[in-house]
């Protein structure tokens, strides 16, 4: 499905991402962890042409590598950044209809069957709503352009933890969907209880891929790369 090969990512002069490889599944959770400053963002932004970069991204065969972000989104990827980026004058239903792309199965209702807090405030000002409410209608917008395939930026960070189990719940209800989600999260606990597969950053290079379990097992790598 995502196939990511010898990524490499720039900001300015600065090189950030060295070589970074790996692939995502269809309807499966990678769960992107690591040390501030590992490269966990960048490698998002690079994956849907937010950034400079080379290598190879391939999308069920074709090489994404070089295109503009709103092409990338055309394939089938979202991407919900880190911080939401929902348009605070403009309504929930206004917000979530400028994601919507095309004919698909993600409609208003589907959206709200899944997020019934939005509904309740479908005419409300982005603005105004709880980070909570944020992070959903940032989700619920995503899921209108109906993607393969969507991409997260710590989607639980400053949140309750009430409202950081319904996002996970809502990321395992989205993969049942055969939706597979690449979810940058520092929370570790909430990434390892809802992913099948870990990828592990460090100086912008993946230093450990395995699933979960794996991870739990193996307090060296733990220890070096995330543990603070």
């Known amino acids: 499905m995502l196939q990511v090969a010898q990524l490499h990512a720039y900001y300015g002069p600065s090189h950030v991402l060295h070589g970074v490889s790996f692939e995502v599944h269809p309807g499966e959770i990678v769960a992107l962890l690591g040390r501030n400053g590992a490269g966990r963002s960048t490698t998002a932004k ?10 190879t991204v391939r999308w069920h065969g074709q090489d994404l590598t070089g295109r503009q972000p709103f092409e990338i989104a055309q394939q089938g990827i979202a991407y919900v950044a880190e ?4 348009f605070p004058r403009l309504t929930v239903q ?5 994601g919507q792309k095309g004919a698909g199965q993600w409609t208003f209702d589907k959206v709200y069957a899944l997020f019934p807090q939005l509904l ?16 959903m209608l940032a989700l619920g917008r995503a899921l209108m352009g109906n993607p ?19 996002v996970a719940a809502c990321l395992q209800q989205l993969q049942q969907q055969g939706i597979a989600v690449l979810l940058v999260e520092q929370k570790l606990a909430i990434a390892l209880d809802i992913s099948d597969r870990v990828l592990l950053m460090g100086r ?11 991870l ?12 603070i």
């Open 120 to 135: 309740a405030r479908q005419h409300t000002l982005g603005g105004v709503l709880s980070g909570g409410e944020q992070q």
């Open 46 to 55: 690079a994956l849907v042409g937010l950034v400079r970069s080379e290598g």
């Open 83 to 86: 911080g939401r980026d929902i």
């Open 216 to 227: 739990r097992a193996n307090a060296a790598v733990r220890r070096e790369w995330l543990e």
């Open 94 to 98: 206004q917000n979530l209809l400028l």
């Open 204 to 214: 912008g290079s993946v230093v450990f891929d395995g699933t979960p379990q794996q």
């Open 148 to 166: 393969q395939l969507l991409i997260i930026d710590e989607p639980t960070e400053g949140l309750a933890p009430q409202v950081v189990t319904q």
